[in-house]
């Protein structure tokens, strides 16, 4: 018998809307803080773990404004003394040649001294510290930075899953890691119910959702892999609740990627989502390291990058991109005054509370009642 495969139908930011509830509230009544483990901000923001966004001293402008910025510890932070002399290099290299540049660049070998120090400058503007590594690094220097004081640990790959084969002895294992650094500790990525909540079983804290859907990632054009994130956000959050019924324990889902306006990130939290993860948005602002550029972790890598240097341009303060005011209509500033308002309208006083809320397949969302937006009149 002829076994026919079937395509499941899966939803991005773009397709779906977000049903009004049948109570409102205040905005100004609702909270949209975030916890994982010890660490709790007051706005759902985690910054990307890229160069153009994640310097100490931007660490310590995200602080200010409530959310958390996430260092690459395998980026040029913790390669170079004088890292903002690299990022400048990346930005005004040639189009033609910036991939070049930044193999180059990123085949500089980590400093160990400079971990611990960047970890203490970035402790030292009153942020919290939040780094990330790949699997193959996190045993070797997760523990430096927690033990410079680091606040929270992320492992992140383009797709993370529980079971990884390798021809290596000895590959990362989540329960070796969790007796080996005592922080919070966020995996990711993973876009799938199952893999989430194997994941979950292993005894993180706290797993990043999403493959291929960022501005400078290029992983679905290079190796056809991703899931768009609405459609990945409630699989995962699914594994989540169904987690928590079993053992009472709360692993947060953090939507990574793809976000750019207000109305997206509303649409990340409605789907499930416990925060965002943001790095274009971040790169627009006028305090970020790298000047209206961004590129992707895996866009230097020195036989298949999957990413781009991307030119964003420069569009206001951090302070104008989460609170406002908004200089533009098109909903990338002020994203948490978006997403208060969008919780008055849905009845939701608090993050959890908006992962009840309706949502609706709306295919035709960005272009119904839009006339005169679209110069079609």
């Not at 919290?128 to 997760?142: E, N, R």
Request: charged share 20%; with cysteine; proline share 6%.
């Amino acid at each position: 018998m002829v076994k026919f495969r079937e395509l499941r139908r899966v939803y991005g930011f773009d397709e779906v809307a977000i049903v009004p509830g049948d109570i409102t509230i205040n905005p100004d009544m609702t909270d949209t803080s975030f916890t994982l483990g010890d660490v709790t901000i007051d706005i759902p923001i985690l910054g990307s773990a890229m160069d153009a966004v994640a310097s100490p001293a931007f660490a310590g402008e995200m602080h200010r404004q409530g959310a958390i910025s996430v260092m690459n510890l395998e980026g040029v932070q913790t390669r170079y003394d004088d890292p903002q002399k690299a990022i400048d290099e990346i930005v005004a290299s040639p189009i033609d040649r910036v991939t070049e540049t930044m193999q180059r660049i990123y085949s500089r070998p980590i400093k160990e001294e400079l971990i611990g120090k960047r970890v203490e400058e970035i402790k030292a503007s009153g942020a919290y510290c939040a780094v990330s590594s790949t699997p193959a690094l996190t045993k070797k220097i997760g523990p430096i930075a927690v033990e410079a004081g680091a606040d929270m640990l992320v492992v992140q790959s383009t797709v993370t899953t529980a079971r990884h084969s390798s021809r290596s002895l000895q590959g990362l294992k989540f329960p070796e890691l969790l007796e080996l650094v005592d922080v919070p500790i966020l995996v990711g990525n993973c876009v799938g119910y199952d893999i989430a909540l194997e994941i979950m079983e292993t005894g993180i804290h706290g797993i990043l959702v999403g493959v291929g859907p960022g501005a400078a990632c290029t992983t679905r054009e290079v190796t056809g892999v991703g899931v768009p994130q609405v459609t990945a956000t409630m699989d995962c959050a699914q594994a989540r609740d169904e987690f928590y019924k079993k053992t009472g324990k709360y692993i947060p889902i953090i939507t990574d990627g793809g976000i750019r306006t207000g109305g997206e990130l509303c649409k990340a939290i409605a789907s499930g989502a416990d925060a965002v993860m943001i790095g274009t948005p971040l790169a627009q602002s006028i305090e970020a390291p790298a000047q209206g550029l961004n590129w992707g972790m895996a866009s230097p890598h020195p036989a298949l990058p999957r990413g781009t240097r991307v030119q964003v341009g420069t569009k206001g303060t951090l302070e104008q991109l989460f609170f406002g005011p908004s200089s533009v209509s098109n909903g990338t500033q002020n994203l948490i005054g978006a997403l208060k308002v969008c919780m008055g309208m849905v009845g939701a006083s608090n993050i959890k509370e908006m992962h009840n809320t309706e949502m609706v397949v709306a295919p035709s969302i960005k272009t119904e009642g839009k006339h005169y937006q679209l110069g079609l009149s």
